[in-house]
Structures are given as C-alpha cells and as structure tokens.
C-alpha cells in the first residue's frame, strides 16, 4: 500500500495519518512526497528554545511564533513541521486552517544525525520558493549554523556560516535582530 499522495491535496489526509502514527518522541514531516520520522533529541529542543526565548524577549509572547506546527511549501508533496518559525504581523490561515508560507519571516531548523541531507537540500529550496526571507539551519553536531536570506527565483542570494558561540547577525534582515549561539548544545 502506497501513501504517498499523487497532487499536493492528498497531503492533508497523510498528514493527518502522521498525527495518528507517530510514535511519542519523533517528529513526522512530508518533504517531496516522502514521509520522514525523525527522533526528537534533547538538544534539538534546547537550540530550538533558545532562539524561542530570543524571539520573545525581541518581539514579544505574542508574536506568532510556532513549534513543531505543519507549513505547507512550495513543490511537490511538501508539509513541514518547522523546528521554529515567526509569522509576519497580520498573518491568516488558509481556507484549510494552516498558516500559509507566504506569511513567514523566519525558520529555523535544526538538523538531526541522517537529515542533514533534506535540510540543507529539498527543505532548504522549498523554503527559497517560498520567499521565506530568513531560514537558520543550526547544525549541533558541526557546531555551526548556516543562515540564508535574500530569496530570488526560488534559492537563496546570501549564506552565511556562523560557529556556535559567534553572534548571527539578523540586524539587517525583516527580523532586526541579532540571535545569540553561545548556549546552544552539541550532539
């Protein structure tokens, strides 16, 4: 039996299985089509809830920022649970009650041992397609983040590479803002 969908509408019906099929502790997302499940790692959480602190003392606790919740992107069978994401002032859900991509300021992801390949790869371009203007991989096992921006014709103009414990300079991006890596954890 084959789940995978043949148009992106088949996707709210496997993304719902996901819901019903993942395990406690492992993070289900649908990039180009394929199922990915990927185990939640101590870490992981601990970057993620460092730049969420970050966000919010910036912006403030109200300021749409999601954990773990679908986004849809451009290209084929594509439904992610970014690790973080910041939604631009004003934003909407779509007639299906999903936030749309078009709203997104910022995503960050963090990679986990065998992802490395779709973050840096297919999420990476989908997330170019859809002009998300600032997307941060954190990479805790190189130590490094790599920060994109400047979107045109679906792939990103700028990238720049930061060890952890260096700032990430977001000043003169839509976030304003420069994000602190000195706490973030090693795998």
């Known amino acids: ?6 148009d992106n509408e088949g996707l709210d019906e496997m993304f ?8 406690e502790g492992y993070k289900s997302e649908i990039v180009g089509g394929a199922i990915l499940m990927t185990p939640k790692r101590d870490e992981h959480w601990d970057i993620i809830s460092d730049v969420l602190s ?5 912006f403030g606790d109200r300021s749409g920022i999601m954990h773990d919740v679908r986004l849809d992107l451009p290209g084929y069978g594509n439904a992610f649970a970014p690790g973080l994401y910041k939604l631009r002032g004003g934003a909407e859900h779509d007639a299906k009650d999903n936030w749309r991509y078009q709203d997104v300021d ?5 990679t986990a041992r065998g992802t490395a390949d779709r973050e840096y790869g297919a999420k990476k371009a989908a997330y170019a397609a859809g002009g998300i203007p600032v997307h941060v991989i954190a990479d805790p096992y190189m130590g490094r983040c ?6 045109v014709d679906g ?6 590479v930061v060890d ?3 700032p990430i300079d977001l000043t003169g991006t839509i976030l304003g803002l420069t994000l602190t890596t000195w706490e973030f954890a090693r795998g």
């Open 1 to 6: 039996m084959t789940i995978a969908p043949t």
């Open 16 to 23: 719902e299985l996901l819901c019903k099929i993942t395990p």
């Open 54 to 58: 970050q966000l919010i003392d910036h």
């Open 106 to 110: 910022f995503v960050l992801e963090v």
């Open 146 to 151: 790599h920060v994109h921006t400047l979107p």
């Open 155 to 160: 792939e990103y103009r700028s990238r720049l």
């Open 164 to 166: 952890f414990g260096e």
